[in-house]
């Protein structure tokens, strides 16, 4: 099933940017940073779009021919601020790389680590990020 992200989800990821790793033919994780992202939303489904260079394309090809899962985190102070983990099924379409987002995890550290945001419902997603995050934006970014 593929989920749905939350404002706060979404705000952060767009304007951090995002690490995204996936596994090359040795079994070793290659990671990319992007300084952006879009959030494609249809009927209440989440795709994360972003662009790469042509190198690091052609070797997110490759890992994608192999394993087409990869797992994205938010970049920047979104490391820190925004403890999200998303895993998803990758694939390029038009020089992009999109990921449908599939599972989502908290990794805040303490007995929230690796807690599955996915297994709520949306409503309950909600309300358990305004119980523990009151900043819907990263800073300098107006709410």
């Known amino acids: 099933m593929i989920n749905k992200l ?3 989800m979404k705000n952060w ?4 940017g995002i690490h995204v790793a996936s596994v090359n033919r040795s079994g070793w994780p ?3 940073v992007t300084e952006s992202c879009s959030v494609d939303e249809a009927s209440d489904n989440s795709t994360i779009a972003f662009q ?3 190198k ?3 070797i997110m090809k490759a890992n994608l021919a192999l394993h087409p899962w990869v797992a994205v985190a938010p970049g920047q102070l ?3 601020r925004a403890p999200y983990q998303f895993k998803g099924q990758a694939r390029i379409e038009d020089n992009f790389v999109k990921v449908d987002v599939m599972e ?3 990794t805040k550290p303490g ?4 807690f599955r945001l996915d297994t709520l419902d949306y409503d309950q997603m909600l309300q358990f990020e305004t119980s523990r995050w009151p900043d819907l934006n990263p800073p300098g970014i107006n709410d």
């Open 6 to 8: 939350t404002p706060r």
């Open 13 to 16: 990821i767009s304007q951090m």
């Open 30 to 32: 290659d990671v990319f």
């Open 52 to 54: 790469l260079d042509n």
């Open 56 to 58: 690091q394309l052609q």
């Open 78 to 80: 979104g490391a820190v």
């Open 104 to 106: 989502i995890y908290c």
């Open 111 to 114: 007995d929230e680590a690796g």
